[in-house]
Each structure stands twice: as C-alpha cells, then as structure tokens.
C-alpha cells in the first residue's frame, strides 16, 4: 500500500513583488508478500504418482517499507526599474530524505501442510535476514534575472548541495551556472521587419553535480561474515573486510558550454532551434584493482574518471496551411552526438590506479556459451562508450568438406594463429550508442476531422544480432531450437564474431490517430464530442533482420547494443475512444 500526501502554502507581499512559497511531502511505501510451497502430487499414468517440487516445504514473510520526505522553501521577488530594467530573483532551500527497510522469514521443514502464519508454523528453525538504507540531501539555490529592454538578458543560477553518501568534508558541493542572451528582434535594425517575428542568439556555462552515482554507504569499510570459529568452546562467527573505504568519495561534476539560435518567421509560422553544446564530466566513478596490502581489499571505488559529450541539436516546426477550415502542422527535430571515455587513470594515497584496457560490460551467455571468448559490447578509454570489440569474420567456411560451416575468422594481429582473447585477434567494430536521433509529429485537420502521427529514429550505430547467434546454430539442434533458416545454412558453430553485428538504424511510426469532433448542438447537455481511433506503434523501418532494433541502445550495461534472445518486440496496439464533455 502507499499513502503520500503533499501540502503546500503561498504567500504575496509588497503588492505581489514578493511571493514565499513552499512545500512538504510525504511518501510512505509498504509492500509485504507471504508464499508458501508445498509439494504438489500429479499423475502422469494411471496408477503412478509422481511428487512435483518434493524439496520445497517452507513458509516465507517479507516486508519492505520506504520512507520519503521532501520539502522546499523559497522566496522570489520580481519588479521594474523605470521602462528599461527587469529584475527577478529567488532563493531557497530544499532538503530530501529516503529511508528504505527489509525484512526477511522463513522455515522450512514444516509438519503441517495448512500453516499460513511462521510463528505458529511447525518446523525446522527460522532464517531471517534484513536491510536497511537512508539517505539525506540538502541545499540552498539561487536565481538572479535581468533584462535591460527585454534586448540584453542576464541569467545566474548556484546550489550549494550536500549529501549524506560522503564523508565529512566531501559531502559538500557548489554548482553555478550563467547564460547571456541577445534578442535581435528587439534592435532598431530588426523591429520593422515584419517577416522575422523572433530572432535570439544565447549562450551559457555551468556546473552540475551528480550524488546518484553511489548508493548510501559505498564511502565506508564494510564488513560481512567469512565463517565460523570457535572460541572457548563456543561457535563464533567471524568478520573480514570485502570492500575498502575511501574517505575522499565526492561529487561528479559536469562542466557544460551552450550556444544556440532561437529564430521565428511570418508571425512564428515557422519556427526554429540550433544548439551546439559541449560538456566534460570529471571525478568519474570506477571501481579499481588495488594491491593488498596497502589496502585491506582488493578493489577500490574512486573518483578519477573523465568523460566528454559533444552534440548538435536542431528543431524546426512549421504551419504551411492554418485556414478556418484547415490547418496543417509539422514538427521535427534533430540531433547529432558523440561521446568519448577520456580517462580512468590517476592516483590515490600514492598509489597509482588505472582501469583495464579492455573493460567488458557484455557478452553472450546462455547454453554453448559456458567460458570461452564470448564477450561483445566493451568499455574503453579513448572510444565511445560502449563499442563492439569483435573477432573479424569474412563468411562462412566448410573446413572439414562435410556440408557444416562455421566462422572463417581472420588473423589480424600479425601473430602466428587465431586468438580471440583481449589485444589479440579483435577489432573495434562499431558503437552501440546512436550518433544521430529523429523525432517529428505531423497534425492535420480539415473541418471537424483530425489525424496526428508522431515518429522517431535512430541512425549510426549497430545492433548485435545474438538471438541468430544462438538460433541459426544447428550444433545444439534437436536439444536446442533453431530458426526457420538455419537448416538451409547448416552453421556449426556460436563463436562471438562481427557476422552477426548489423547496421541498427530505424524508422519508428510510434501512433497514428483519428479524431471526429462532432457537433453535440443537438444533444441535450453534452458541451463536446470527440471520436478517436489510434493505432500505437504501426511499422518500423530498418535493415535489421532482428525482431525489433529498438532495443536497449541508450544505458550503459550488460545488455547494451546486445540483442541476447531476451527482448520482448513491441506490441502494435488499436484502440477506438469516446470523450464527453458535460
């Protein structure tokens, strides 16, 4: 169950110059489960039982509660200085808290088969087990406006946040940021000119800090049972370190710079953005191998990464046709994007640290693919994150002449032999992230009837087919199933190669839907009528030769770029609808 409520109050003074306002919510989650199993007799013949899951015969109760709490407070005031000069400004204050806690039960070995609460339940002794998590972030903000004949705009922006993840003396950041702007409609040269309706060229620069990185208490020692002693003829249970604390955690920081054109035409008929922006993140996160001793443990979590994104972002929306009768809207925008890991390398405590040069984030698992050099979609400085580091294969070869092929893997490393191990025979083969991406809507309406469509795309990565990895390999056939094409290629083999990397590029159409309004003047009381028939995700368009290339393309993980039998395709849904206005 949830129960969360949220109040909040506002208050105007110096004839409404100045309003203080502010806010308290409360969020309090409670999810509790009870499952019991038992063994369940079925009868495959007449006469013989057979006993389904005989091992299970227990009892179990959880409970998980999380606590929110979350209140702001800020005050801004907002006036004009004869007819040239704006001001606004705000401060505030705003403070957030989560705890989370967990309790676990069972016992197993129960006597009786009907035993639904485990502390009257007849059986071996309980197990317990439980979490718990807090969290706590606070900070004051600032923001100061000023216009100088609404021509020259001035923005400043800073927080000062704090958060509980870190230790004293790291807990703390300061986060500024500033952007200019310059409004040419607003200039003698341009205010007569009735095509341009808006002309604005901005800028800016700042700082944001990131505390999700880690949870709670990733900063301190910790400590777990490695087994059992006995002491004094007594059993004891004893501790060992299994992760190094670092004192010295803190924020990651993003250093961003903006520049952009904002520009209107024939009364804002025609509309337009053009960002250009680049940022360097710094004080990444990376866990690293540290020698023991120094350290009491064999990793170490550490601020010492690096990390730049650059991009273009263009939108542009038109109304070529807006008459009584008719009106029609098109909307697009457009982005470009590259990204580079620049460094995972530095120092603590003296002690020279650096990641891998080959960091595996993915690969290929499942049966057949038990060790071996399955790994697809790496980390690595230098690259985009996330790139396929493949063996290279130029088709398939029937080496033994008895009809079954396998992967005609080529030796690229100047050594003696095939080795598909990490700096031997691989390449970099592409990258899992898009470079460029789509999006656009288009709206059309003639009298009482309406159609809108919105569709989005992805361009310039690649997908790694690894369902037809598994599929179209016969090795394992009957145990395993194989694809309708695999019998005609006869594939023997589910070595990791760039065969199956694909272009991933895609069209997406994600609606389409028709509207009717009718005319209710006949019907008694009904203000508005409105008839609609939608159709979610009707096509995709792309040389993929998955099921979908829309799968995970965007977060940094296991799954990354890899299409590994386990994406469920997007449905294509139709639905009418009926919306009354009383």
């Given amino acids: 169950k949830v129960l969360k409520n949220t109040t909040g109050f506002t208050a105007s003074f110096l004839e409404n110059k100045l309003h203080v306002r ?28 057979v006993e389904l899951s005989t091992k299970y015969n227990d009892l179990k109760e959880s409970n998980m509660r999380t606590e929110y709490i979350a209140t702001n407070l800020y005050a801004d005031y907002e006036d004009t200085f004869g007819d040239a000069h704006y001001f606004k400004g705000m401060v505030g204050y705003n403070y957030e808290q989560s705890t989370y806690k967990s309790t ?33 972030v606070a900070g004051g903000f600032f923001r100061l406006n000023y216009a100088f004949k609404d021509r020259y705009l001035l923005e400043v922006n800073g927080r000062y946040d704090g958060s509980s993840k870190y230790k004293s003396g790291s807990q703390w950041g300061f986060f500024p940021s500033a952007s200019l702007a310059w409004v040419l409609k607003e200039e003698s040269f341009l205010k007569d000119v009735d095509v341009v309706s808006n002309l604005k060229i901005r800028t800016g620069y700042g700082l944001t800090g990131n505390q999700d990185a880690i949870s709670a208490y990733n900063s301190l020692k910790l400590m777990s049972p490695t087994g059992v002693t006995t002491v004094n003829g007594k059993p004891v249970v004893t501790y060992g370190i299994n992760r190094n604390d670092n004192p010295d955690l803190k924020w990651e920081v993003k250093r961003m710079f903006d520049i952009g054109i904002d520009a209107g035409f024939f009364e804002d008929r025609l509309t337009g953005t053009l960002d250009y922006y ?70 603590y405590m003296g002690q020279s640290l650096s990641a891998k040069e080959y960091m595996n984030l993915g690969g290929m698992n499942g049966a057949g693919f038990i060790g071996g050099n399955n790994q697809v979609i790496y980390q690595m400085v230098g690259q985009p994150l996330g790139v396929f580091y493949l063996p290279k294969c130029d088709g398939l070869i029937d080496m033994n002449g008895n009809g079954e092929y396998t992967y005609h893997i080529l030796d690229i490393d100047g050594q003696e032999g095939i080795d598909l191990s990490d700096g031997k025979d691989r390449y970099v083969a592409g990258q899992a992230m898009p470079k460029f991406y789509l999006g656009g809507n288009i709206s059309f309406r003639y009298k009482q009837f309406d159609i809108q ?27 395993y199933n194989v694809m309708k094409g695999a019998p005609e290629k006869n594939i023997h083999d589910q070595t990791v190669t760039d065969y199956w ?47 979908s290339p829309m799968i995970n393309s965007s977060t940094v993980g296991s799954d990354l770029g890899v299409d590994d039998k386990r994406f469920y395709p997007l449905t294509r849904t139709y639905s009418l609808g009926l919306s009354l206005n009383f």
């Fill in 453 to 479: 469509t919105q569709f989005s795309g992805a361009f310039g990565h690649k997908i790694y087919n690894g369902t037809s990895l598994s599929y179209m390999n016969m090795s394992l056939f009957p145990t």
């Fill in 22 to 49: 502010g806010d308290f919510t409360f969020r309090n989650t409670d999810e509790g489960q009870t499952q019991r199993r038992v063994p369940v007799p079925y009868s495959t013949h007449e006469g013989q039982i």
């Fill in 278 to 347: 680049y940022s360097k993140t710094s004080d990444l996160l990376y866990n690293y191998a540290v020698p023991v001793p120094p350290f009491a443990f064999n990793t170490l979590l550490a601020n010492l990464g690096e990390m730049e994104n650059t991009g273009i972002e263009v939108a542009v929306t038109g109304v070529p046709v807006k008459t009584k009768d008719m009106e029609l809207t098109i909307s697009a925008n457009f982005s470009w994007q590259k990204n580079k890991l620049l460094s995972l390398s530095g120092s």
């Fill in 104 to 136: 676990y039960v069972q016992r197993n070995g129960l006597l009786l088969d009907d035993s639904e609460n485990i502390n009257l339940a007849l059986g071996d002794a309980i197990t317990t087990s439980g979490g718990y998590n807090r969290w706590r």
């Fill in 501 to 547: 990397l694909e272009r991933g590029d895609y069209v997406h159409i994600d609606y389409v839907t028709l509207g009717w309004n009718l005319n209710p003047k006949n019907l008694k009381n009904i203000n508005s009528l409105r008839l609609t028939f939608s159709v979610n995700n009707l096509a995709t368009i792309t040389n993929y030769s998955g099921l």
